[in-house]
């Protein structure tokens, strides 16, 4: 956040700013924090492609999907640089031990119908 926009806030705004930084970094500090949000960045059509040809109203409604996730990026952008990356890193991580588990129990069920 720029010292200039900080100057121009009221002290209400300056405190609800501090409160909802507070929050984004609470909800990030847990897996399903970083779940929830990353899945929300899924529906947004974040990482799609939104132009859909002659479509111009489903262009038009991706792109929109898009400004909310581009919206969501820029908070966390804007609380710390760092939470953007480390959410990408940590839901890589997260899916990882979710096949890893998925994997265990397949093999687990395989094991116990032989």
Do not use: C, H
């Amino acid at each position: 956040m720029s010292d200039e926009l900080s100057e121009q806030l009221s002290p209400i705004e300056a405190f609800e700013r501090g409160e909802l930084a507070k929050a984004f970094r609470g909800v990030l500090s847990s897996a399903e924090g970083k779940r929830v949000l990353f899945w929300v960045l899924e529906q947004s059509a974040i990482y799609a492609d939104a132009f859909a040809g002659e479509n111009t109203n489903a262009t038009n409604y991706s792109l929109g999907l898009q400004a909310v996730g581009r919206k969501l990026i820029s908070k966390f952008d804007e609380v710390d640089p760092r939470l953007y990356p480390r959410l990408l890193l940590d839901v890589a991580d997260l899916k990882a031990m979710d096949r890893a588990a998925v994997a265990q129990a397949t093999e687990k069920d395989e094991e116990e119908d032989e």
